[in-house]
Each structure stands twice: as C-alpha cells, then as structure tokens.
C-alpha cells in the first residue's frame, strides 16, 4: 500500500479528555500510569452499603473495592443552560459527558461553532442507566416526564443537540466492547465519507449494586478489588466508573487542517464468536484469533511489527488465558527472545470500564505512543502456567518502546463481540523557535469567576509544560483554536515568563482591539501552524444531586431557582428563562409533592410571566388546606 493509500485509510485521534479514578485527564492519567498507582478505592456510602452486601452467598457482593471518580455530582450547569431543576434530573452519565466532549473538541483545537449543521457523528459505548433505574425503583409515582430525558439513546443525542451536529448519533452497547466497537464503526463512517468528524465517547457510572451482584455469582469479582491480569492468582475483576470522549477525523484532513495528530487509527476489526465456543457466554478463542487477524489485515501491519498491546486484561481466570493465547499466535509468532510483545492492561490500575473500558484502553495505549514508554501493569505475581509465554511479557516497569510504534487495544465483550483497534504513532511535528516577536495571548470565559480561573491555570501551564512549547504556537493556538466568550483578557509578551508577568498584571490596554470578535485577522497575524496543548476550560460547578435541594423558603423563589435558566426579572417571560411547557409538567408534580394540594394544569399553562407565576404560587400557598 503506498503512503497515500495509507494516509487515506487512516484516521487521527486529534482530541482526548476523560474522567477516571484518579484523573481527571489524559495528563494526569499519564501521570498515574507512570507512578504505577492504583486508583481503586474503597465504595463510597453514596453508592450503596458495599459492606453489608459482602458476602459469597446469594444477593452478595464478592468485593467493595471499585474504580470511582470524584465528584460525579458536580456540574457548571449554566454553562450548559439549564437550570438546577434541570440538572439535579439529569443522568450524571450525560452531564459529565457534556464536559468532557467539551474537553475533547478543546483538546482537538475544533471549535465547537464551527461544527453547527455538519454531519459530525457521535458515538457512544455505554450498557446501564442505573440512574433511571434508580428512580423508576422508587415509585411509579418518580416516571416523571422529566426522566425521558435520561434514557440511553439520550446520552449521544444531547451531544447532537448541544452542540447541533446533524450526522449519526448513536449508542453502542455490545457490553464491555461496546466504546471499542463504537471506534471501529467511527471509523468506517470516516472512511467512506459519510462524516467530517466523529465524537466517541465510553461512559460507565455503576450507581447501583445489581450488576456486581450477578458478577459476584458468576464468579467474575475480584474479593479485593485488584485485577490481577496475567497472574496466577487472578480472581476477577473490579468495576469502575468512566467517561473518556476521543475526537476523530480522516488524517489527511487533520494534516491538511493544522490539528495535532495524538495518534493514527491504521485499521481496525469486530467480531462475533457465532458458535465457536460451547455456549453464548463462553468466549473463543477462535473468535479473538479471528478479529486479531482481521484487525491487522485491515491495517496492513505484519502483526510482528506491533511494539505492545493493551489487552481487554480483565483478571479473568477464564478470560486471561485465552487472550493471553490469542495474542501469542497472532503477534507473538516469529519475534526474537530479545523483542517480546508487551502486554498490558489499564484495568490493573483503575478497575474495569465496562462498556467504557476500550475506549479508556485506547487512550492509554495513545499516551504510551505519544512518551514511547508502556507502564508497569500492576498485581500481575507470578505468571499464570497456563499461557505459553514465548513471545509476550507483561511489563512489570516503565518500559521504553520505540519512538515510532505500533499498538494494539483490545475489547470482549460478554455478548461475544470481540474488538481490536491497530494505532501507530504520529509523525512527529517540527517547530520553530520563537524569534522575539512579541504575541497575544488572547483568553475569553463565560463568566469573570471562569476567567480569572483561566487566566490562573494559563500562568501554571506556561510556567509547566508549555515552557516547552513555542510562545507564538500558544498565542497561536488560543486565538484561533479556543471559543470566544463574552468575558476576556489579553496579555502580550515574547517569552514565557512574559506572558505570566502580563498575566498576572491584567489586559494591556494597547490590545484592546483583540477583544472584538471579528475585526481582527488572527489567521493573517499568526500565519500557518499545528494546534498545541492548551489547558481546557475552567468549570465552575456545583453539585446537583436528587434529595439536595433545599424545600423551604417562597415557594415562588424555590421553583425560579430549580427551574429558571438565566437571569431574570419580574416581566421576563417563562419561555424565555428556560420554563416550557415540559418545565411547567414537572413544576405541576413538584407543586403538588411540595403543598399537598390539586393544581390545575390549565391555570399554570396559562401563566406567562415570572410576576404571573409569583402571583400565583402565592395565592396557592395561601389558600387554607
């Protein structure tokens, strides 16, 4: 295949963002892999009483030890225009999905706007609404409309509609293959033409413990919460929480656009086992052999030349030796002693993503390509005696790899879907020195809290990893690459330790030209060049969560403050603060819970202003029981 053919083929991962236990991004996940750090905790009572379901018995947990990431209530609700009503109802699956496709297209140097009315796919693997589940569980009386909005095929369709993308916009769910599977079908669509770009995204918050129950009676729960890949005495899993977003589009364009390519996409497969193995919950090894197979025929890579593969790597004393096998035949064939396959798997230090899990594999294996180092994979001991090892070795220290790599990532998924996606690194990306030409760093935020925010974490990045990166590529980058919001800053300077200087002393008024949105040439002013990392924008959040939400007060106040989207004023209209007709359905049963009598739907369909609903909900409350 000629270089062309392959740079037509091939598809570059221009954008990542996630949230995991213990990162809250790629760097910082990068930052934990490194150290060998293992993020799983201990379940927080918020979830559920891990400790009393502990048991081996019947309706028991064989573990409470988990992956969790903080503060998945957390929200910046007014970024998004919703209210805390809106919010505190929504799925937190969809609210940090938000953020973080937010992140990934920051990440890619897309911005958002320019992706209105194209047919930019969105892609998400995902299996549990354990949210929805939780509330329905509650009463009949909790299918409220409100929860229409937190139904799985919701969780890509809010992205479509944030962000107004017009191509597909779809869940994947073949359980723990399903974000792997989402990449693959990502990148067929790409190929083809059919979209520009393409958003996807895994996403796995276990809120409830039903599914760790019938793990834990089918013997595939770790007792301590430690994957142990490869090991002897693997026992089984843990579960974990994630939301990982990548931002993919053809590379030919990516080069063409100027984006930074974190990674390339050569080829990738998914396959079903069919009746390859006894049962439909069995996996095959015939049916992993295959996808490999394919997968690679795909890419048009000699599965010896492949540097490392991060495998599905549950701690599966049934799943590990297959794969294990698998990929020994595949890739591990004719390699000197001196050159094994390295082995790995994510899952040994975050628990396992579920449906998330390949996609969360993906972006590690990226970042592996991006260092040219594999981490250590964690609790592996002493090797499992029923793997023949010739050929593979799972790394027990940070290992180099070369700097231009292949790698594979793995996924299997109990629906007997197994997935495998071939990256390569990226070419790398020559820079120009700075010369001494003074620039601006232009920065802009929704609100001044986030701005000033901004402009903190712009004096650490600088002073950090961007003391590496080109001031004129910084400068560059922000003004062309980042959303313009309302609120901004300017500082100039021809060094880095200028530009924090500036920074820390406020805009310069000589640049207050740069403020106008429009009237300036920012392609003409900073010329050709690639996006460069940036640090991503600063949520100002709060928490929403059901049950929170304080119940005193005017009871006119209390339903503006849940419901109402903006500012307001006693003549803005509902309609125009957020409060339509589907608001105003779960006023009716709020109002009702909260005074205990009947409301005419009629009367407060009819109200048109915040004066008329203050009226009316004092008369309401007024009037004797």
């Not at 570059?12 to 993020?39: I, K, N, Q």
């Not at 301590?224 to 993919?248: E, I, K, M, Q, T």
């Not at 409060?579 to 359905?585: E, G, H």
Request: aromatic residues 4%; glycine residues 10%; hydrophobic residues 40%.
């Amino acid at each position: 295949m000629t270089t062309s053919g392959v740079h037509q083929r091939s598809v570059a991962v221009v954008g990542m963002s996630c949230r995991l236990p213990g990162a809250t991004d790629p760097g910082r996940l990068w930052e934990l892999l490194r150290a060998g750090v293992d993020a799983t905790a201990d379940t927080p009572a918020e979830r559920y009483d891990a400790a009393a379901l502990r048991t081996s018995g019947p309706g028991g947990l064989a573990g409470s030890r988990a992956g969790y990431v903080d503060g998945i209530a957390d929200f910046d609700a007014g970024f998004f225009g919703m209210s805390a009503a809106e919010a505190t109802a929504l799925d937190p699956q969809q609210r940090l999905l938000l953020m973080c496709a937010w992140e990934g297209l920051e990440d890619a140097g897309i911005v958002p706007e320019r992706l209105r009315g194209t047919r930019t796919g969105v892609f998400v693997g995902n299996s549990r609404a354990d949210f929805l589940e939780t509330a329905l569980q509650r009463g009949l009386s909790s299918a409220t409309a409100a929860q229409l909005g937190n139904v799985r095929s919701l969780l890509p369709a809010r992205l479509s509609h944030f962000f107004d993308l017009r191509g597909p916009s779809l869940v994947v769910d073949t359980a723990c293959s399903s974000a792997l599977t989402a990449v693959h079908q990502a990148v067929r669509c790409l190929r083809s033409g059919e979209i520009p770009v393409a958003l996807v995204a895994g996403v796995n918050l276990p809120l409830r413990p039903d599914e760790g129950v019938m793990m834990s009676q089918a013997g595939a729960m770790s007792a301590d919460g430690r994957s142990r890949f490869g090991g002897a005495d693997a026992d089984g899993h843990a579960p974990s929480d994630a939301v990982a977003v990548v931002v993919l589009k053809p590379l030919e364009a990516a080069l063409a656009d100027g984006d930074r390519v974190r990674a390339v996409i050569a080829g990738s497969a998914v396959g079903n086992d069919g009746r390859s193995s006894g049962a439909v919950l069995n996996p095959s090894l015939e049916g992993q052999v295959d996808v490999l197979r394919w997968a690679y025929q795909d890419a048009g890579v000699d599965p010896s030349a492949v540097d490392f593969v991060e495998a599905h790597g549950a701690g599966s004393p049934l799943l590990d030796p297959l794969e294990l096998t698998a990929l020994g035949r595949v890739l591990g064939a004719s390699r000197p002693p001196q050159r094994p396959l390295l082995v790995g798997s994510v899952k040994s230090n975050l628990g396992h993503a579920e449906a998330a899990g390949g996609l969360v594999g993906l972006i590690k294996a990226a970042l592996c390509l991006e260092h040219s180092q594999v981490p250590a994979s964690l609790h592996a001991g002493v090797p499992r005696s029923d793997v023949d090892w010739a050929g593979l070795s799972i790394p027990q220290e940070l290992t180099d790899i070369p700097d231009r790599a292949i790698a594979g990532v793995s996924a299997q998924g109990s629906s007997a879907l197994n997935a495998h996606v071939v990256l390569r690194s990226a070419d790398p990306e020559p820079r120009v020195p700075d010369d001494g030409t003074r620039w601006p760093l232009v920065l802009s935020a929704r609100t001044p809290e986030a701005l000033a925010e901004l402009s903190r974490t712009y004096v650490d990045h600088l002073a950090g990893p961007g003391a590496a990166v080109p001031v004129r590529d910084i400068c560059r980058s922000a003004a062309l690459r980042r959303t313009r919001f309302e609120h901004r800053a300017v500082a100039i300077g021809a060094t880095h330790q200028e530009l924090i200087e500036a920074l820390s002393t406020g805009s310069t008024p000589e640049l207050d030209r740069f403020l106008g949105s429009e009237s300036v040439d920012r392609d003409g002013l900073f010329g050709r060049g690639r996006h460069v990392p940036l640090p991503t924008y600063p949520w100002q959040t709060r928490r929403y969560w059901p049950g929170d939400e304080p119940d005193g007060g005017d009871t006119a106040e209390w339903l503006l403050g849940k419901h109402a989207r903006t500012g307001f004023d006693q003549d803005s209209t509902l309609s125009d603060i957020g409060i339509d007709s589907l608001a105003k359905l779960q006023l009716l049963v709020e109002l009702q819970q909260r005074t205990g009598r009947e409301v005419d739907p009629e009367e407060l369909a009819s109200l048109r202003t915040v004066r008329d609903l203050c009226r009316w909900a004092r008369d309401l409350t007024e009037v004797p029981r």
